[in-house]
């Protein structure tokens, strides 16, 4: 059974970077063709697709937030972590992390975590 | 970027109706879509991935077709479990997008 848990602080002030971890369990990252992808919503709105990364550690970013974003892997913790830099209110969004699949069907989201809120306010 | 319009944006119906929501692209995405449901509060389940592909454990209820820029999914008969808000997604490209959503309301 495949699941996966943002954590990360709650509110972070204006200008701050933004931390989040994603904790799996049920797969790994070093599987030909998984991935492990962050995903945004704002309250009230749709969602908004932030980064990727790939078993074969490659990265992929939103290109209007890629110069704020780093995304990166911990294999044998099981964790991907997401940096957000320099922070804004109109950053608060619930923050999901998902799994893409190795299989054919490309960047689909098969698994979602819970999503954890993040406010930013000063 | 890909651009993804939904429509509607609201919709209202009954249970038992037949219901199509549609999303269409700014260009070519081939059949690379998926389509997700998301209920306030929680995350988005998927629901159809490669525009007409069932994700395991949906319910048969469910279908997607489509392809090039224009895609739809169809619920043959609205249950109550189905109102909810659906997201298309396209990963023709390595910059995903996702749809502006599509609320089902009761009507």
């Known amino acids: 059974q495949i699941t996966l848990k943002e954590s990360g602080p709650t509110l972070v002030k204006p200008t701050q970077t933004l931390t989040l971890t994603c904790t799996f369990s049920?797969?790994?990252?070093?599987?030909?063709?998984?991935?492990v992808g962050w995903i945004r919503q704002p309250p009230g709105k749709a969602l908004e697709w932030l980064a990727l990364?790939?078993?074969?550690?490659?990265?992929r970013y939103s290109p209007s937030l890629k110069s704020r974003l780093t995304i990166t892997k911990d294999t044998s913790k099981n964790q991907v972590v997401l940096t957000m830099t320099n922070m804004d209110p109109v950053d608060t969004a619930t923050y999901y992390c998902a799994h893409r699949p190795a299989i054919a069907a490309g960047d689909a989201f098969d698994i979602w975590g819970q999503g954890t809120m993040v406010t930013v306010s000063s | 970027d890909i651009q993804m319009t939904q429509s509607p944006s609201t919709l209202s119906a009954s249970v038992g109706d037949r219901v199509t929501i549609t999303c269409r692209a700014s260009q070519s995405i081939s059949s690379w879509l998926a389509w997700y449901q998301q209920k306030p509060g929680k995350a988005p389940k998927l629901l159809i991935y490669k525009a007409s592909s069932l994700e395991s454990g949906v319910p048969s209820r469910f279908s997607g077709s489509g392809s090039g820029t224009e895609f739809t999914l169809t619920i043959s008969s609205l249950q109550p479990d189905d109102f909810a808000t659906y997201y298309c997604?396209?990963?023709?490209?390595?910059?995903?997008?996702f749809g502006g959503g599509t609320k089902v309301e009761i009507k």
């Open positions: 997604q396209q990963y023709n490209s390595y910059r995903l997008t």
């Open positions: 049920g797969f790994s990252l070093s599987t030909s063709g998984v991935g």
């Open positions: 990364i790939y078993w074969d550690d490659d990265k």
